[in-house]
């Protein structure tokens, strides 16, 4: 079973909520159906950028990455079109 670490971005709010699961389009369905309760103050979400692993572990070291400062600094660039994927 594949993990996936995630990051959704909600343009309306300019929001960025990063997190990791086994089921990617059921996670994103929660988010999206105010069952979160961080983010759905800030609905809706879209996927804007994620990654495969085939260990919780893998996918929760990524994700740990992603929140840090530098990982914040590739996402925004990502969504503002700096970086190619």
């Known amino acids: 079973m594949p993990f996936y670490t995630y990051v ?12 990791q699961s086994s089921d990617l389009e059921k996670r994103l369905w929660e988010h999206n159906s105010g069952l979160s309760k961080y ?6 979400w879209v996927i804007v950028y994620k990654e ?5 572990s893998e996918a929760m070291k990524r994700e740990k ?13 990502l969504i503002n079109g700096g970086v190619r994927q």
Do not use: A, C, V
Request: proline share 3%; glycine share 6%; charged share 35%.
């Open 65 to 77: 990455e992603i929140k840090s400062q530098k990982g914040r600094e590739f996402i925004w660039k």
């Open 39 to 44: 983010t759905k103050r800030y609905m809706p």
């Open 52 to 56: 495969e692993f085939t260990s919780r």
């Open 8 to 19: 959704l971005h909600s343009s309306e709010h300019n929001k960025i909520y990063i997190g």
